[in-house]
């Protein structure tokens, strides 16, 4: 529990601070109650609060005195003052005593208990880099730390190769938490990383952050038997476990795992877990096994935890000899080849329904599909007209970008992107149907409304039915897809100009920042927030 002391001479104000919220559920307890400055400082000497909740005009010592005379005693605490008086001088000051909010009178219930909760998530969030901190001092105090990384890495990646390698005798000497005589467990977690240079010097003690939580919160589950480590840009754990291991006796943990690392991080993470192995000689195997199972995120974007053992039976079939699949890619062609754009968008539809409910295929093989159909696209264009290609480099680095797709939807966003391009590319000679036309000037126009489909129909005098059609028709693209691409390209202009997320979902027609943050990645391939950040550097 975090402590909190509230000072208020105002009784009534005093109690409703403490009362109005319930402040156990959120991990805090009001340790004491102050009516005057000289008792406020007494119970901060007593009680050593984390949180001092103060008004400024009070007996004895105003509010930020207090601060300022517990501060000299060395006192730490988060401070939040509350006060009647918008005075720009008491504002002054509380910048130089670093208080962390400052209220206005009367502050509602819900305004303060914003601004503790804010006030503990920066408490909790020092703290963990100061964990971080010190066992960062503790692994670079360790002179074998990077032995053991290194041999560890090295057992990932190939098979025991003879009697030479003894790895009881290695886990001793390089004083590893692993037994050799029990069965043992790998875990990976893929983490939202994927472009360090957004993180720059905390990058490192980012990867700390995840290994220290990652060991917190696992190491019960295996008795203190557990080793965590990077292997590149992926987290890795080898846990021993008793040979009566159930996955569902897991799962709790991993689900706290997913919670701290939300909580703490502020990131999402995907788990895979492969199967038991009798001893660390076979910890090749169980890494291969916990890589595929994590692999399963690319169909399953609503998951984080997937366990090997729970995967579809392993198929031998190859995707490019899917006659199935061929046969649609050849239709596909030839619609484009006849000018049936709408046609040939339906078929993509398929293709990508097809991929979908036939899972088997591994993501690999998908992203080499779809990287040969782009291929065949390109060539087609050039064949068939001399317009310049405005897109050429954006072709390359969306085929750069497909093997690292997390999920089947963000290929598919990428894949439609480029179809796009391509039916504007064949359709630049020629005007596009004056209802499309007018469709569009009203999505230019009001993206930011709460547009449909049905409305715009309505506006124009078609059937929504019809609309639809036209639009695949003239445009090789659906009215949502084109109407989210639209809001997305305005929302890019918006994040470069360092608007707020929640400011650019409702400026951009999304009344709900989640449905606006999920829609970006899947047509940009990040978030709104990394986006941001990438656009500053």
Not at 429 to 451: D, G, K, M, P
Request: charged residues 25%.
């Amino acid at each position: 529990m975090y402590k909190l002391l509230v000072a208020e001479d105002e009784k009534t104000i005093r109690e409703g601070i403490v009362s109005s919220n319930d402040w156990k559920l959120h991990g805090i307890e009001v340790c004491a109650e102050a009516s005057n400055g000289e008792e406020a400082l007494i119970l901060i000497e007593k009680f050593k609060p984390d949180i001092f909740i103060t008004d400024i005009q009070m007996p004895k010592y105003n509010g930020l005195d207090i601060i300022q005379q517990a501060q000299e005693k060395g006192f730490t605490f988060e401070s939040i003052v509350l006060t009647g008086y918008a005075d720009f001088n008491y504002a002054k000051k509380s910048i130089q005593l670093s208080v962390f909010d400052y209220l206005l009178k009367p502050a509602q219930p819900s305004k303060i208990l914003e601004a503790v909760l804010r006030a503990k998530q920066k408490m909790e969030q020092a703290q963990l880099m100061d964990e971080q901190l010190h066992l960062l001092e503790q692994y670079t105090d360790r002179s074998n730390y990077f032995d053991k990384v290194d041999k560890l890495q090295n057992w990932f990646h190939f098979p025991k190769q003879s009697a030479e390698d003894n790895r009881q005798e290695i886990l001793h000497q390089l004083q590893m938490n692993i037994d050799y005589n029990e069965p043992i467990h790998v875990g990976i977690i893929r983490l939202p990383f994927q472009n360090k240079s957004n993180y720059i010097d905390d990058y490192d003690l980012l990867k700390f952050a995840c290994m220290n939580i990652t060991l917190e919160t696992l190491t019960s589950f295996y008795n203190g038997h557990l080793e965590v480590l990077f292997d590149q840009e992926l987290l890795v754990w080898i846990g021993n476990i008793k040979e009566n291991f159930e996955p569902t006796n897991l799962s709790n943990y991993l689900s706290q795992l997913v919670g701290n690392f939300e909580k703490y991080i502020k990131v999402s993470i995907f788990i895979g877990i492969g199967d038991p192995k009798t001893s660390i000689d076979s910890i090749h195997q169980a890494y291969k096994e916990a890589k595929e199972a994590l692999d399963e995120q690319f169909y399953h974007k609503e998951k984080n935890t997937f366990f090997y053992q729970e995967l579809n039976e392993v198929t031998d079939k190859q995707i490019l000899y899917d006659q199935q699949l061929t046969n649609l890619e050849e239709g596909l062609i030839a619609d484009i080849d006849n000018k049936q754009y709408d046609a040939a968008l339906d078929k993509l539809e398929s293709w990508l329904d097809y991929l979908r409910e036939n899972t088997y295929y591994h993501k690999d093989q998908i992203n080499l599909k779809a990287i040969t159909i782009i291929i065949e696209l390109q060539k087609f264009v050039q064949g068939k007209t001399l317009t310049r290609i405005e897109w050429e480099n954006d072709l390359v680095n969306w085929i750069e970008q497909m093997p690292t797709m997390r999920t089947f939807d963000e290929m598919s966003s990428i894949l439609k992107k480029i179809f796009q391009n391509v039916f504007e590319i064949l359709t630049s000679e020629r005007s596009v149907h004056r209802t499309v036309q007018r469709a569009q000037s009203i999505i230019q126009e009001r993206y930011f409304e709460n547009l449909t489909l049905e409305s715009i129909a309505s506006e124009v005098f078609v059937s929504s039915a019809y609309l639809s059609s036209l639009f695949k028709q003239e445009l090789g693209i659906n009215f949502l897809d084109y109407l989210h691409q639209y809001r997305i390209s305005k929302a890019k202009a918006l994040l470069f100009d360092s608007y707020k997320v929640y400011e650019v979902a409702n400026k951009t027609g999304y009344k709900d920042e989640r449905h606006f943050s999920t829609t970006f990645k899947k047509w940009t391939g990040t978030t709104p927030s990394q986006f941001q950040k990438q656009a500053r550097v």
